[in-house]
């Protein structure tokens, strides 16, 4: 193990060590092979680098915690933001044994179904995408996808009631499948609160371009909206940037933003009344926890939710601070209404 810090190199350095290894099978996935003496060795590809204070961060953040608390040994391969070094370093992660290889989104499935055929006794995690299971493909895949619209549907519903113009922002790096799954809940919401309320919906094109985030979250203030909602990774760290500056709200994305801020930027931090959590971190976790005791279903997707726990509201103290009693107490009825199914939330997964 490594003293509850993760190893982390860049594809630069793996590739070397790769090159000087050759190519290895990683062995079998069997529960009782694995004491912290022998751990199970996991490999997190991440197709841009950490410090997003979000997406990947929250990845790192689970996979840390699994390190630190079952027989497991984690490396992190940040990829950076050249794309053509995307699939080598996937490449040389698996090559290298590690017994499980993670990576995530629609960027890296593609990739990762190639592999995965070539290294059958290598078990992968695809976060946020799926490949086509259909017919027995690819039984050493586990893709993890998130419901969360239905806790997107939670943060609408607050920044309709307390918002002030009626004018709510949301600004997408892409509109992939699971980024439009945020609006779609977070729109529903918003409605649900208040028929008359107007969303307005940017595309930035990049998740790495916080000035572009920036521009378009000023731009969406300067036409009313006092919220805004960036689902952008590190694009929308300049949305929310832009409403610290302008004295307007925001909601997070991914992670608990507003906690993540505090203790290096309290300003920013104050502006961030809520966020839509995407638990990647606790996914992972539980995918490895599960890898270990042999009951982690490959070959499959699992969908998680709001009552999975897989998604969910933050509800901190700028939240308790922004949102009036009055209105917590409704989300808390309509949290409880979605999880009971009693409310239907949009959704675009399949």
């Known amino acids: 193990m490594t003293s509850g810090k993760l190893t982390r190199r860049s594809f630069a350095g793996l590739a070397l060590a790769a090159g000087l290894m050759g190519s290895v099978s990683a062995p079998a996935v069997l529960a009782q092979e694995y004491t912290e003496e ?3 060795t996991v490999a997190l590809v991440v197709h841009g680098n950490l410090g997003d204070k979000s997406f990947f961060d929250s990845a790192a ?3 840390q915690r699994a390190e630190d608390e079952l027989p497991v040994e984690v490396t992190v391969i940040e990829a950076g933001l050249d794309r053509g070094r995307w699939e080598p370093a996937l490449a040389d992660a698996t090559d290298q044994g590690f017994d499980v290889v993670i990576g995530g989104t629609w960027e890296m499935n593609g990739f990762m179904q190639a ?3 070539e290294y059958p006794d290598t078990r992968f995690i695809l976060f946020d ?3 086509d299971f259909s017919g027995g493909a690819f039984p050493n895949i586990l893709a993890i996808q998130y419901r969360t619209s239905t806790a997107a549907y939670l ?6 009631k307390i918002s002030e113009t009626g004018k709510l922002g949301e600004i997408l790096g892409v509109e992939g499948a699971t980024i439009v799954e945020f ?3 977070f729109e529903q919401g918003a409605k649900a609160a208040n028929p008359d309320v107007e969303v307005t919906r940017a595309i930035a094109g990049s998740f790495t371009d916080p000035a572009r985030g920036k521009e378009l979250a000023l731009a969406q203030f ?10 952008a990774g590190g694009t929308g760290i300049g949305a929310l940037q832009a409403a610290r500056d302008e004295g307007k709200l925001a909601v997070g994305v991914d992670s608990d933003q507003a906690e993540i801020f505090a203790p290096t930027d309290a300003a ?5 009344f809520t966020s839509v959590e995407k638990k990647v971190g606790q996914s992972l976790y539980t995918a490895l926890e599960q890898t270990l005791a042999g009951t982690a279903p490959y070959g499959s997707t699992v969908l998680l939710g709001l009552a999975d726990g897989a998604v969910g509201l933050s509800k901190n103290s700028y939240y308790e601070a922004t949102v009036p009693a009055e209105v917590r107490a409704e989300v808390d009825a309509v949290e409880a209404q979605i999880i009971a199914g009693e409310i239907e939330v949009d959704t675009v997964m399949q």
């Open 38 to 40: 022998n751990p199970l």
């Open 61 to 63: 953040a689970g996979l």
């Open 115 to 117: 592999l995965s055929p």
């Open 129 to 131: 995408d799926t490949p």
């Open 155 to 160: 943060a609408g519903y607050a920044a309709a």
């Open 183 to 185: 609006a779609v809940g």
């Open 222 to 231: 300067a036409q009313g909206v006092d919220i805004v909602f960036p689902i």
């Open 268 to 272: 920013q931090a104050e502006v961030i």
